[in-house]
């Protein structure tokens, strides 16, 4: 990155920023990494265990939207301190009293979205200190956040192994408290916020088709992501025989590329547009994805797809990323809570559904051919609207950014 990036805005609001969201993704997505245990410890069925990874993904979508309305009414800095403080006192519950049944362990997952709805929080702190040139690497830098389920499948389950699942809840909360005080002392809010809007103002929004082209895009990309990042560890075990701990490795390995590749896709796409790295991302995720639904017999050869998977899924975060702001500067903060909460949609359903699939025909077959088949309609989808997109606000800003 060159220097002009890194005085166009304001690094330690960034950092917060990332930090931030990396903490809150890690125990957005723990209960993925200690699925297997959980299950194991509470005798919950392939398809328990499925909706109980899944909740904190639906939560965090729905709260997303929430989020993204208190981000405009009240500042960044002020949601993230909230989301943050809701977060360490529901861990702080779950590792105190402990869950001993499917019902709290989905209640604990509604909390946890709180951690999940961060994206309506980190994204605009960053975004609203950088101009449309830079939006590409700062909305990646902060979105890298994705790399705290890196920590969350490394590490839950070898300590879940060694102190008990419940205890991890604990250890989370030490990080946790740490990023809570630095974001609070280095977060700062951008000067040129745009002033907050009526309810009608974000329900306006919604009537612009190309929102909706955005969250659809995004429930690939990022719902591919989080959904595939949660569901993995079950695949690995259910499919290969794999325990919990080296499960928890082989996940860990497909969300650290795909989380590394955010803030690649991002300077990606400012050099050769988000459009088309958009399009070259759908094409190799959905043909990679469709190739494992093929049920291959080494979890090595299913392992070295499902990264290349994520990697492109991950660099497809950064590309949609790099295009909104383009298209709904103004409208930043309810974007993103909106194509945020698509996203968590997106993931919710993979995750539920490839349990679900997995339940009533014994493999995940059906669901990872059913993902990629999607994965090749967002293409056509994509295809049929950059033209108008290039020509239309595109051009607008052809002087600053590619489209």
Known sequence: MNKSFWKAGHWPTLLAAFLYFDLSFMVWYILGPLAIQIA????????????M??????????????????????????????GQVVVIAALGVAWHFGIHSFHQALLL????????????VSLPLASQWYPPEHQGKAMGIAGAGNSGTVFAALLAPGLAAAFGWENVFGFALIPLSIVFVVFCLLAKNAPNRAPAKSMADYLKVLGDKDSWWFMFFYSMTFGGFVGLAGAL??????????????AGYYTAACVFAGSMMRPLGGALA???????????????????????GFNLPQAYAALALFIGAMLALGCGNGAVFQLVPQRFRKEIGVMTGLVGMAGGIGGFLLAAGLGFVK?????????????????????????????????????????????
């Open 40 to 51: 194991d410890s509470l005798s919950l069925s392939a398809q328990q265990r499925g909706m």
């Open 53 to 82: 990874v899944a909740t904190p993904i639906l939560a965090g979508a729905v709260l997303r939207f929430a989020i993204g309305l208190m981000v405009d009414r009240l500042s960044p800095k002020t949601a993230g301190i909230i």
């Open 109 to 120: 997952g509604l909390f946890l979205g709180v951690a999940g709805a961060s994206f309506a």
């Open 233 to 246: 560890p079950g695949y690995f075990h259910d499919q290969y025989g794999l325990n919990a701990v080296t």
């Open 270 to 292: 400012d050099r050769i547009g988000g459009i088309r790295t958009l399009l070259v991302m759908y094409t190799v995720a959905a043909l990679l994805l469709g190739v494992v």
């Open 359 to 403: 339940q009533t025909t014994g493999n995940y077959q059906i669901g990872l051919w059913l993902f990629a088949s999607l994965g090749l309609l967002a293409w056509f989808g994509l295809h049929s609207v950059k033209l108008r997109w290039r020509t239309t606000w595109g051009s607008a800003n052809a002087t600053s950014a590619r489209v």
